[in-house]
C-alpha cells in the first residue's frame, strides 16, 4: 500500500466495527471504531478542501485526544501538509517561551490554518492580543501571510460520504507531513516526511510485533514516537491503540502500568524517564494490582538508556510478572522518520557491556572487568539489512577503523526528504558523502561504534564536552549529577562547558526540590560525585529553582540555550559555588527564603 490513509480504508471496509483506538481516561475510556475514524476524517477533509489548496500547511495544536487523530489523517486526504506542535503550557512561567518557539515554527512553516481545541484557542487568542498591545511578538503572522486563521472546525456531527477514490489518494513520493525537531540544539528544524517514509519505517518497526494485541502509549501525539506508537502502528498492524493523556503519567505514572495490565499482549515505551518515574513514584501497595506479564515489547529510546535503571525497573516489577527480556532498546531520530536500530530486528539478545573511560575519551572502545573504571552502554540493537549504517569521522568524512566512536550516517528509504524552506541545513545533513566517495547519507549529529554488529550511542557532538583533550558526553555528566543527592530533581539537571580564563571549564547545573534545605550538603555530593566519576574539576554548580532549565517541547534539556542564559547572566540562579569554593546567591530575598538560605553565607 502506498499510504497509510489505504490502510485505513482497508479496515473501515472489512471490519468497520472493530474498534480502532481507545482514549483512556481514569478508570473509564472513549472509544472509536474504523468507521467513525473514516467518516469524520472525510468530512473533516471536505471541509479544509473547500479553505485551502492542496499543499497548505495545517498547524495542528492538540493534546491527547481523537480530535488530533482525526485532524491529521483529514490533512493527508484532502492533500495537505499536517505541522504537529505541541500545546502551549498555560503556565506563565512556560508560556512565553512555548509560544515564542511556535512563533518560529510559524515563520518557516508559513501555515495557512491553525487547527486546535477549544480551551487552546482561547489561550492563544488571549496571547494574540497580549503581545499585538506590547509591540512584541505578533503571534501568528507567518512571513507571507497577513494572518493564520485560527479555527476549531466542529467535529461532532458525522455525515455519510463515501471514501476518497484510490486515484485521490497520496502516492508515496509525496510529502506527507513536517515533524519539526525538538531544538535541543538549536532552533527546531522542519523535517519532511514523505508517505514512503512512514510505510517504510512503520513496516520496518512491526517486523518485531510478534503477537502483540494491543498498543499503549502516553508519549505526545505531536511527537515522533508518539506519533508512530499512537497512529501510525496501529493502523498498519490493526491493532487498538491505547491512548493515555501524558499529563495523567506525570502526575500518576501507575495509570500507564495499569493500561498494560488492562490491554494485554502490547507494546509500549518510552525514554529513560518514563521507566525512572515509575520506579521513584509508584507505591509497592500499587505494584501487588498490576499484572504486567504479557507486557510483550517495553521498548526505550529518545534520550540516554541508563542499565541501572533497567535493572531496577525489572526488580521492582518482577512481582507484577515483568520480564527484563521484554526491554527493547533502540534508537532513532525524526530525520530516519522515527527508527534506525533496534534489539530484535536481527534477533539479538538484551545486551549492554563496561568500556574503558579513558579509552572513551579518546573516542575508543575497549571493554573492562574494572567497573570503577568503566562506563556501562546499553547495546540498541541492529539496523535493517536493506539499510546502510556507518560510522564516519565528522572532521574529515573518513569511515572509521573497527573499536573507534564516530558519528552515525544511515542511509535507506526512511530517510526524509530533508528540511523545509532550508536548503543549507538538507544539504548539510541530508546529503554528506564519505571521504571514498559513499553514496549521499544522512549525518546524524549522534556519536556511536558498532560492536557485535551492535549500535551504541555515547552521545552528541554538539553537546560534547571537550576538557583538556579528553571527551565528555554531557548525558553522562547529566545522569552522574542528578543521582548525587536526593534534593536534586530527576531530569533537571544541565552540563556544559564556558571559556572562563582562556580555558574551557566545566558549569552543571541543577534543580532542586522545594523542600531542600542544606545547600551546602547538595553542593558537596554534587563536586564529590562528579569529580570522582569522571576525574575532572568542576569549574561552577548552579543550583536552580523547580521548571528553571530551558527544555524542549519533548522535555529534553537544550543545553546551548541553557549556556547562553548562563553567559548572559539569564539563568535564574539561587546560589552558585564557584571552583575556590566561595557561594554566590541570588539578590531575590523571597526566593532565598523558600530554601531557607541565610544570605550572609551559610544555608539553614
Known sequence: MNNILEYLQKHATDQP??????????????????SELQQQSIQL??????????GARILLIYTSNFEFIIAFLACLLAGMVPVPTYPPNPNRHRLGPDLMNLQRICDNAEPSLILTEKRIKALLKVEQARSALQNTLQYFKGKNTTSIDLLTLPMQTIKQHSAPSQQSLPQLQNLAFLQYTSGSTGHPKGVMISHQNIIDNTSKIARVFNEINN????????????????????????????????MEFLVNPASWLQAISAYPHCSSGGPNFAY????QKIKPEAVKHLKLDTWKLAYTGAESIHHETLERFTKKFASAGFKHQAFYPCYGLAESTVGVTGRGVKSQALS???FDKLKLQQ?????????????????????????QLLIVDPNNSAICADNSIGEIWIQGNSIAMGYWNNPTATQNNFQAYTSCGKEPFLRTGDLGFIFNDELYITGRIKDLIILHGKNYAAEDIEWVLQQAHPSIRKGCTCAFSCEIEQQEQLVLAAEIKADSSNITDILQCIRESVSSAFGTRIHTIALLDERSLLKTSSGKIRRFANKEA???YKLPIIVSQSHDLNLHYTRDKKRLKKFNINPTGSST
Open 566 to 568: 548562563y553567559i548572559q
Open 276 to 279: 525512572e518515574h515509575c520506579i
Open 17 to 34: 466495527n472493530d474498534i480502532a483506538f481507545r482514549l483512556l481516561e481514569g478508570a473509564s475510556h472513549n472509544a472509536i471504531t474504523y
Open 45 to 54: 477533509a471536505k471541509n479544509l478542501a473547500g479553505l485551502y489548496a492542496p
Open 215 to 246: 498498543i499503549v502509549t502516553w508519549l505526545p501525539l505531536y511527537h515522533d514516537m508518539g506519533l508512530m506508537n499512537a497512529i501510525f502502528l496501529p493502523l498498519l498492524l490493526k491493532i487498538p491503540g491505547n491512548i493515555i493523556s501524558p
Open 352 to 354: 549492554h557491556h563496561h
Open 363 to 387: 573516542h575508543k572502545i575497549e571493554t573492562s572487568s574494572d567497573q570503577t573504571n568503566s562506563h556501562c552502554i546499553v547495546g540498541c540493537g541492529s539496523w535493517p539489512e536493506e539499510d
